[in-house]
């Protein structure tokens, strides 16, 4: 009965290779997110999707696409990685905005480490 | 760069005392919310406060919001050792109209037995 769920947990990989990490979540919202955890803790939004459509687009290298197949789904595609990606990244979901609840809910993480 | 700043950065204390964290961000706000995360975890929801509050209760938490000198305080009574992990407050700016958590640095409480 997991609420929002990642795949992988953990990802190691050489620089230059391109990866994906998949998010999807059975809570019926509208919205989801992703978000990037630094090596000293900080949280920092980097895209979200309402029904689909992308909503907020934080100033992330193109490197990075992020995919909503349906509602339920955010994954995020690392093009050319490099070393300055490694970082974990949560996914997280809410109903859509102006609905009154802002609460987020968020996935266990994916670990990426780039060599 | 980061809307807020937590202090303490660290705080340890034992079990049964009370923990007071704070929080300053820099620009109008729809709310702010406080999130707890324990090590190698994703966040978790404690408390929500809108900007039109002043105070909420949740069980063992209090938050507070001073809108007027744009911060907010977590305090958690009786802590418990379980209560041991990181807390992050994070606001939802006034402008912009969606749902976009800009987070602080985040508060590492550690609760002895």
């Known amino acids: 009965d997991t609420a929002v769920s990642q795949t992988p947990k953990y990802l190691v990989t050489q620089m230059g290779n391109d990866k994906s990490i998949k998010c999807e979540q059975n809570?019926?919202?509208?919205?989801m997110y992703w978000y990037k955890q630094d090596s000293k803790k900080f949280l920092k939004i980097m895209f979200s999707?309402?029904?689909?459509?992308?909503?907020i687009n934080e100033t992330v290298p193109n490197r990075f696409s992020p995919k909503s197949p349906d509602k339920a789904h955010l994954n995020l595609h690392i093009n050319s990685l490099e070393l300055g990606d490694s970082a974990v990244y949560f996914c997280?979901?809410?109903?859509?905005?102006?609905?009154?609840?802002?609460?987020?809910?968020f996935g266990p993480g994916t670990r990426l480490t780039v060599l | 760069s980061q809307q807020g700043e937590e202090d303490p950065q660290a705080l340890s204390i034992q079990e049964g005392e009370n923990a007071t964290m704070n929080c300053s961000y820099k620009?109008?706000?729809?709310?702010l919310q406080w999130y707890r995360q324990n090590s190698g975890r994703g966040l978790v929801h404690l408390i929500l406060?809108?900007?039109?509050?002043r105070e909420k209760h949740s069980g063992r938490l209090r938050v507070t919001l001073d809108t007027s000198k744009k911060s907010s305080s977590l305090l958690i009574t009786a802590s418990r050792a379980a209560d041991t992990a990181s807390y992050f407050c994070?606001?939802?700016?006034?402008?912009?109209?969606?749902?976009?958590?800009?987070f602080g640095a985040g508060t590492r409480l550690a609760v002895h037995p």
């Open positions: 997280a979901s809410s109903q859509s905005p102006g609905q009154g609840k802002n609460e987020q809910f």
């Open positions: 809570l019926g919202h509208d919205t």
């Open positions: 999707y309402n029904n689909k459509e992308l909503i």
């Open positions: 620009t109008s706000i729809n709310n």
């Open positions: 406060i809108r900007s039109n509050e």
């Open positions: 994070a606001t939802v700016p006034f402008s912009g109209g969606y749902n976009k958590l800009i």
